[in-house]
C-alpha cells in the first residue's frame, strides 16, 4: 500500500455510509425494545389515570354530606359497600352514605371526594367521620396524566425503562424499532491464543476479539465473538462463509497491510467486493471495507494492532452499528477541552491521541496517556478519552483548546 495516496478519515466513513441501509423495522416485545430507537410516533390509545379512582384507603363520599365533620361534632354515615381495586362491585353511592374504598379502585358516580380512614373510625356498618375534606380530595381524576391522543414517545426516541414502563401502562404490548444487528468479529493470526489456554514461546492471547465484541455490544449490537483463525486464506474463507448466515455485518482483525502472511487481504482481494487502502489516520493506518456472500454481507477488515483496531471501530464500525440501528448521532460528539501537555502528530494523518478527561476549577481539560504506540492497549485502557489532532496540525501546545471524544460517554 506504500504507493496508495491516504483516503481520508472523513471520505473512508462516507463511503461506508453511503453501502449502510438501516435494518427494516417491526413490531418487537416491549422488553426486547430495551435500548432501541422507536421507529414509530406513539400516541395513547387510552386516558391515564383510565377511570377516576381513589388516591388512598378510606371511604367515598359526597362532600356536601360532610362538610360539617369536626372531632367534637362527627358526620355518622351508613358504609353501603366495600370497593377494591380490581374489585368494583358498587358503580353509583346513593346521597347520605359512604363506601369503603381502596386506593387505586373506581369512585363510584355521585361519589366526590376520599375521605382517608386516619380521619375515621374505620366502621364496617356506619363510619364515623371526624373532619371535613376539600372537594376531590384523594381522587385521582381521569386523564389527569396522558390524555388519549397524546405523543408518548417520539420517532427516535430510545427506548429506556421510563418510556417501556409508559407504553405498557397504555396497553401497548410492542413497540415498532429496529432490531439490534448481528456483528460478526473474527481475529486472524497463528500467533493468536484463547484466554485461558497455555501460551507459547510466540504466541500472544487474542485481546482484539474481546474488545471489537465488547464495544459491538456496548454499541447496541448483538456481537458473536468467534474463535482465532489462523493465517491461512482457505481456513479464513471457510470461517467467514460458515458466519454469513447469522451477520448484519461482519468485523475482522489483522491481516490488511504488507506482511508476507496478511491472511484477510489474501483471501478477499480476489472476490474484488471489497476495497483495501491506507486510511489518512493513526493509528489505525491499513482498512478495508466491501461486501462479502450471496447477501453483500458488508466486512470491515480492520488492522492488528489493538490500539488502531479498536479507533478504526471507534470510527468507521460505531457509525454504521448506529446506521443500522437508526440511531441519531452516527459519529461520536466531540467535546471542547484544554490540553495539558504538547503533542505532536504526524503531517496528513488524523491523528488520535489517547487520554484522560476531567474537569477542574479551569473547566474540562484532558491529558495525553502513554505513547504513539499502537500495540499500546495498558495505556488505552487506562485512557477514556481520544484527543483529535487534524490532519494539517504537526504540534498542539499545552493549553490550546482542542476537541475530544470521550469514549464511554452514551450518545
Ligand atoms: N511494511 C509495513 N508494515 C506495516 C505497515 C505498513 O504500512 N508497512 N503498517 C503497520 C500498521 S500501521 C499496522 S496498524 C499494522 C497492521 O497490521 P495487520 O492488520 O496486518 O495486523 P497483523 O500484522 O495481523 O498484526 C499486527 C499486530 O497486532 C497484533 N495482533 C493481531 N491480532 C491481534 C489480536 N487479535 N489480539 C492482540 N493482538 C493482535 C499482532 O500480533 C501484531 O503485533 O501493520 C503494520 N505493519
Ligand atoms: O495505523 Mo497503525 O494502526 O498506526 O499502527
Redo the contacts with the bound molecule.
Keep these: ?2 504507493g496508495h495516496p491516504l483516503t481520508s478519515v472523513d471520505d473512508h466513513r462516507a463511503r461506508i455510509l453511503a453501502a449502510i441501509e438501516p435494518l427494516p423495522d417491526f413490531p418487537q416485545p416491549l422488553m426486547d425494545a430495551l435500548g432501541l430507537a422507536a421507529a414509530e410516533d406513539v400516541v395513547s390509545p387510552i386516558d391515564l389515570p383510565t377511570f377516576d379512582n381513589s388516591g388512598m384507603d378510606g371511604y367515598a363520599v359526597r362532600l356536601d354530606d360532610v362538610t360539617t365533620a369536626t372531632a367534637e361534632a362527627p358526620v355518622h354515615l351508613p358504609v353501603v359497600g366495600e370497593i377494591g381495586a380490581g374489585q368494583a362491585g358498587l358503580l353509583a353511592l346513593p346521597p347520605g352514605t359512604a363506601a369503603k374504598i381502596m386506593t387505586g379502585a373506581p369512585v363510584p358516580a355521585g361519589a366526590d371526594t376520599v375521605v382517608p380512614y386516619e380521619w375515621t373510625d374505620r366502621g364496617v356498618a356506619q363510619v364515623r367521620i371526624d373532619q371535613a375534606p376539600a372537594l376531590g380530595q384523594h381522587v385521582r381524576p381521569a386523564g389527569e396524566d396522558v390524555a388519549t391522543g397524546d405523543m408518548l414517545v417520539s420517532h427516535g426516541t430510545v427506548l429506556g425503562p421510563r418510556h417501556l414502563g409508559l407504553l405498557a401502562a397504555v396497553g401497548r404490548a410492542t413497540v415498532r424499532s429496529r432490531p439490534r444487528p448481528r456483528v460478526v468479529i473474527l ?3 497463528s ?2 491464543r484463547e484466554p485461558g489456554t497455555p501460551l507459547g514461546h510466540d504466541s ?6 474481546f ?1 471489537l465484541a465488547a464495544a459491538a455490544r456496548r454499541a447496541g449490537a448483538i456481537a458473536y465473538r468467534v474463535g ?1 483463525v489462523p ?1 491461512e486464506p482457505s481456513a479464513f474463507l471457510d470461517a467467514l462463509h460458515d458466519q454469513l448466515v447469522r451477520a448484519d455485518l461482519v468485523v475482522t ?7 508476507d ?5 489474501a483471501a478477499l482481494s480476489p472476490l474484488g467486493t471489497v476495497w483495501f487502502g ?1 486510511v489518512g489516520m ?5 482498512q478495508g471495507f466491501g461486501h462479502v456472500g450471496e447477501d453483500a454481507t458488508p466486512i470491515f ?6 490500539v ?2 479498536y479507533i478504526s471501530f471507534e470510527q468507521f464500525v460505531l457509525p454504521a452499528i448506529r446506521t443500522l440501528m437508526g440511531r441519531t448521532p452516527v459519529t461520536r460528539p466531540t467535546v471542547p477541552a484544554r490540553l495539558t501537555h504538547t503533542i505532536g502528530s504526524p503531517a496528513g494523518r488524523r491523528q488520535f491521541v489517547r487520554a484522560s478527561y476531567g474537569v477542574d476549577a479551569g473547566g474540562p481539560y484532558v491529558s495525553p496517556v502513554g505513547g504513539h504506540g ?2 499500546l ?1 495498558g495505556d488505552l485502557a487506562s485512557s477514556d478519552a481520544l484527543v483529535v489532532v487534524p490532519e494539517d496540525v504537526t504540534e498542539v501546545a499545552a493549553g490550546t483548546q482542542v476537541q475530544v471524544l470521550r469514549l464511554d460517554e452514551e450518545f
Design positions: 500500500m506504500g481475529s486472524t493470526g500467533e493468536l500472544i492471547y487474542d485481546g482484539n476479539s474488545l482465532i493465517d482483525s489483522g491481516g490488511v497491510s504488507q506482511g502472511f496478511d491472511v484477510v487481504k491506507p493513526q493509528p489505525g493506518k491499513p477488515t480492520l488492522p492488528g494492532n489493538p488502531s483496531s499502537s500495540h492497549i
